[in-house]
T-cell receptor, first 115, second 111 residues
Framework: AQSVTQPDIHITVSEGASLELRCNYSYGATPYLFWYVQSPGQGLQLLLKYFSGDTLVQGIKGFEAEFKRSQSSFNLRKPSVHWSDAAEYFCAVGIYGGSQGNLIFGKGTKLSVKP | DAGVTQSPTHLIKTRGQQVTLRCSPISGHKSVSWYQQVLGQGPQFIFQYYEKEERGRGNFPDRFSARQFPNYSSELNVNALLLGDSALYLC??????????FGSGTRLTVV
């Protein structure tokens, strides 16, 4: 069955430090992968997506993610974290068939940023 | 351009009641999906509609139903509300069926 695992429930980093959020997926075919960010009480904002091609994907707000098929991973990175990055981050895999599609999300990683 | 808009933003209902949530997709987007996000969890897929037809359904009871109108807006209905239905309900629209833009959600509290 398709699934997404985000091993870290909560991560705290200092402002200016680098960040890596882990995501592992289970999916039999070529995956379509997404990272979304959610601020408290808000909806989901798309940070970046991977459909095919270059395995290093650039997104908004200085985020990037690398698709590693051999490790079934799609980790999110940022070289220098800002206080405004504090939020919850969700990794998702897209399941598509014909004109039907939906996303399977991980449980999320909450990011706290220390001043 | 307006994003995905959902109404109402917050709602309090009593157990056993029925609720209707509304979603207006981004202009030109013909696919609308609904997700339920329970506190502390990732969103879970409920329904997908494309061109007014149901294209996909998640593992939710028949108390949950939805429809899409000719203008591509959508409604999610939940009957016989349970305490466990308390959640953030998210609507997402898509132009191509692959990338989804989410609304800010409707926070439903069942008491």
């Amino acid at each position: 069955a398709q699934s997404v695992t985000q091993p870290d429930i909560h991560i705290t980093v200092s402002e200016g430090a680098s960040l890596e959020l882990r995501c592992n997926y289970s999916y039999g075919a070529t995956p379509y992968l997404f990272w979304y960010v959610q601020s408290p009480g808000q909806g989901l904002q798309l940070l970046l997506k991977y459909f095919s091609g270059d395995t290093l994907v650039q997104g908004i707000k200085g985020f990037e993610a690398e698709f590693k098929r051999s490790q079934s991973s799609f980790n999110l990175r940022k070289p220098s974290v800002h206080w405004s990055d504090a939020a919850e981050y969700f990794c998702a895999v897209g399941i598509y068939g014909g004109s039907q599609g939906n996303l399977i999300f991980g449980k999320g990683t909450k990011l706290s940023v220390k001043p | 351009d307006a994003g995905v808009t959902q109404s109402p933003t917050h709602l309090i209902k009593t157990r056993g009641q029925q609720v209707t949530l509304r979603c207006s997709p981004i202009s030109g987007h013909k696919s609308v999906s609904w997700y339920q996000q329970v506190l502390g969890q990732g969103p879970q897929f409920i329904f997908q509609y494309y061109e007014k037809e149901e294209r996909g359904r998640g593992n939710f009871p028949d108390r949950f139903s939805a429809r899409q109108f000719p203008n591509y807006s959508s409604e999610l209905n939940v009957n016989a509300l349970l305490l466990g239905d308390s959640a953030l309900y998210l609507c997402a629209s898509s132009l191509d069926g692959y990338g989804y833009t989410f609304g800010s959600g409707t926070r439903l509290t069942v008491v």
